[in-house]
């Protein structure tokens, strides 16, 4: 398994795509900052207060999204290039491919996680002093957000790959994920916003404690989406059983 | 050694392999002949796991692909379906191979040597020629320098002069006492290098001998019989024997 993992990471490393979407997931956290802080000091909130660092931090899990697509590329990938026939013969067990591309999937969203979470940490450091505030580096409040949003990117990266798992097809993955999560879950609000609490997009808005929004307490949250997590791969691994390669 | 006993693969209504049974021995090139779609790719990709049988077993030296303890030690193969990132360069396909089996990385600079690629092996696979990754196929199938050889048409894209390479290789790997499994539709090629032969049709082994005796009584093989026993057996209104 030691080797199998250490073969996921060459691949994630020797892929163009992976520092591409480490760059996007970046500037998108940066610009969000930015942008979060300029409506927060329009509306006149005090950024010092809790209220306006939940305001300028909740933002940071903006590039959850690219995590999540990173992940689907990690399974769902080896299919679109047609490397998957080489991995099962050097794995004929299929469940521990399954299993070490959600290890790498999950570990890279901590890395890209952590990393906009540094980017957020400064920008609004920055930003702030700008302004004549001083960011509240000691401040648990931020330091909940910040490690939400890593949690957030992580999770995100093992629902990527447990779907890409699954589906196989990179495209229908990525699609039917951004639908789900940007109209679908919209349209669940509209109808019910106690139902829509559980499901993925406001379950990741709870990890970064989203003050619009009416959430689940954060470990809540994070177990919520473990479980999706395992169910998709689970569903992934009895299907692979079935099927050929 | 190959043992395939009694397969079948179904595919909706469709019988793609039907009973099929055969051995490719030890030391020998065992040539797998076929018409298109007589379901020589969908028996190999059984006997390596990836695709299940509905009936019967494919064993290599006793084992099923997916019980074998180190695949990549005990076969190697070459399969049309094989893709490749095509930004990342050769040599770090083969280093994923390797590092993922648990091959020593210096193989990876031998096997680029033995089939002649090491000049482009930093290069990305999307710019090599279709000889050029056939191969990288072949060096990924030796990287484990495994006993039995399965080849699903592996002289798609060569040249003429990299057909004659790949037949040299055949035939050393067998004499070093390899198993080498591979199959074809260019009946010249299987003549050139085969000592075993199974003939598939519709699904079906139709034959199944040893080259030696489709010779004469001088001890060659006449010029077109080969193609003169191919067509017999698997022309449309050909009969069936078992």
């Known amino acids: 398994m030691r080797d199998l993992l250490a073969a996921e990471y060459l691949k994630l490393r020797t892929t163009k795509t992976t520092w591409a979407l480490l760059a996007a997931t970046i500037v998108t956290t940066a610009l969000a900052v930015v942008g979060a802080i300029i409506v927060a000091s329009n509306s006149k909130l005090n950024l010092e207060s809790l209220r306006g660092i939940r305001t300028v931090l909740h933002v940071t899990a903006s590039g959850g999204i690219f995590v999540l697509v990173l992940g689907v590329i990690i399974s769902a990938g080896e299919y679109r290039q047609r490397t998957a026939t080489d991995t099962f013969l050097t794995t004929p067990k299929r469940w521990k491919v399954i299993t070490s591309k959600l290890m790498v999937a999950t570990s890279a969203g901590v890395v890209f996680g952590a990393l906009s979470a540094g980017t957020a940490m400064a920008v609004a450091n920055h930003l702030y002093s700008a302004k004549g505030y001083t960011f509240p580096l000691g401040s648990a409040q931020a330091w909940t957000i910040l490690g939400g949003s890593v949690l957030a990117a992580a999770l995100f990266g093992a629902l990527g790959a447990a779907t890409g798992s699954l589906v196989r097809n990179q495209i229908s993955a990525i699609v039917g994920w951004m639908a789900f999560l940007f109209v679908i879950e919209n349209i669940i609000l509209g109808f019910s916003a106690t139902l829509e609490r559980w499901l993925p997009a406001a379950l990741s808005r709870s990890l970064v404690r989203d003050p619009n929004a009416d959430l689940l307490p954060q470990g809540t949250a994070a177990i919520v989406l473990v479980i999706y997590g395992v169910v998709i791969m689970l569903t992934a691994v009895l299907t692979e059983r079935r099927r050929d390669a | ?242």
Do not use: C
């Not at chain 2, 499994?181 to 010249?188: E, G, M, Q």
């Open chain 2, 1 to 242: 050694m190959i043992e395939v006993k009694s397969v079948t693969k179904v595919f909706g209504s469709t019988k793609a392999v039907d009973g099929v049974t055969f051995t490719a021995p030890v030391g020998a090139v065992t040539g797998f002949l076929g018409p298109n779609g007589a379901g020589k790719t969908t028996t190999l990709r059984m006997l390596l796991g990836l695709s299940r049988p509905d009936e019967g077993q494919a064993l290599i030296d006793g084992h099923k692909y997916d019980e074998l303890d180190s695949p990549r030690r005990s076969v190697g193969a070459v399969l049309d379906s094989m893709g490749y990132h095509p930004g990342r360069s050769g040599i770090d396909h083969l280093r994923i191979v390797a590092k993922a089996a648990g091959i020593q990385r210096q193989r990876v600079g031998e096997v680029l040597e033995i089939v002649e690629l090491t000049s482009a092996a930093d290069r990305p696979v999307g710019g090599y020629s279709q000889g050029m990754r056939q191969r990288l196929a072949l060096a990924t199938a030796l990287l484990g320098d495994p006993p039995v050889l399965v080849l699903d048409e592996p002289s798609n894209g060569l040249d003429p002069a990299g057909m004659a390479w790949l037949r040299d290789l055949i035939r050393g790997w067998a004499k070093q006492g390899r198993t080498v499994l591979f199959s074809s539709h260019i009946l010249n090629e299987v003549e050139m290098v085969a000592d075993h032969l199974v003939i598939i049709n519709r699904g079906k082994v139709v034959r199944e001998t040893e080259m030696s005796e489709l010779a004469g009584a001088d001890g060659k093989i006449a010029a077109g019989r080969l193609e003169e026993l191919f067509f017999e057996l698997t022309s449309p209104n050909a009969q069936v024997r078992s």
